[in-house]
């Protein structure tokens, strides 16, 4: 079972860049068997589908947010173990918990089988 | 489409039977996948592949699947059950991740 920690800054300034990271631990993140996402949750509200990264560095993005996919930036570090996640031109509206995640890849369309604690991120001045 | 759509709240009585239902195009295609979150927690897999419980799930829940539609069905639903819910699945290609939008499930 892989294991997912999430870490990085809880409170960032408007029009800021927050840079989150995700250690893997329990697996390689080079295998072929998984894609490594990010998930967000802002207070109350539901789970939203960021994007996602696979170990050849081929990235997915939520295309039913365009203003969320357009300042997006994700990137996988195999020599560290890690995958990371950019998120451009903060604001209120991007404060949630945010979480990293690994999906199998199957044909039929993997499950998300680890999941990180989560990360608060407050956008705040 | 490649929207996932949920009731927003489900509410039973302890020992009744609660469903939740999860639709859309993706669904036909792909598999469901069902997480339970509770306040404060990252989500746990209750279903597995439209219908498999997962190592350490209760028996009571148990899913199912047909066409664009798919069910989550607590039966004897307990207290401990409340929290929300949501269906997952992949659009056509594998490469986008779809959530529902959740539905909380209230047993009292």
């Known amino acids: 079972q892989l294991q997912l920690q999430e870490s990085g800054p809880g409170l960032v300034k408007p029009a800021e860049t927050l840079s989150l990271t995700c250690t893997v631990s329990g697996g390689s993140i080079s295998s072929r068997s998984y894609y490594w996402g990010w998930i967000r949750q802002p207070p109350g509200k539901g789970l939203e589908w960021i994007g996602s990264?696979?170990?050849?560095?081929?990235?997915?993005?939520?295309p039913s947010n365009p203003s969320l996919k357009s300042r997006v930036t994700m990137s996988v570090d195999t020599s560290k173990n890690q995958f990371s996640l950019k998120l451009r031109s903060l604001t209120a509206a991007d404060t949630a918990v945010y979480y990293c995640a690994s999906r199998v890849s199957a044909v039929g369309g993997g499950g998300i089988d680890s999941w990180g604690q989560g990360s608060l991120v407050t956008v705040s001045s | 489409s490649s929207e996932l759509t949920q009731p927003p709240s489900v509410s039973v009585s302890p020992g009744q039977t609660a469903r939740i239902t999860c639709s859309g195009d993706?669904?036909?295609?792909?598999?469901t996948y069902w997480y339970q979150q509770k306040s404060g927690q990252a989500p746990v897999l209750v279903v597995s592949?439209?219908?498999k419980r997962p190592s350490g799930i209760p028996e009571r829940f148990s899913g199912s699947s047909s066409g664009t539609l798919a069910t989550l069905t607590v039966s004897g639903a307990q207290v401990d059950d409340e929290g929300d819910y949501y269906c997952?699945?992949?659009?056509?290609?594998?490469?986008?991740?779809?959530f529902g939008g959740g539905t909380k499930l209230t047993v009292l």
């Open positions: 592949e439209d219908s």
């Open positions: 997952f699945s992949t659009d056509s290609r594998g490469f986008h991740w779809l």
């Open positions: 993706a669904l036909s295609e792909k598999y």
């Open positions: 990264v696979y170990y050849s560095g081929s990235t997915y993005y939520n």
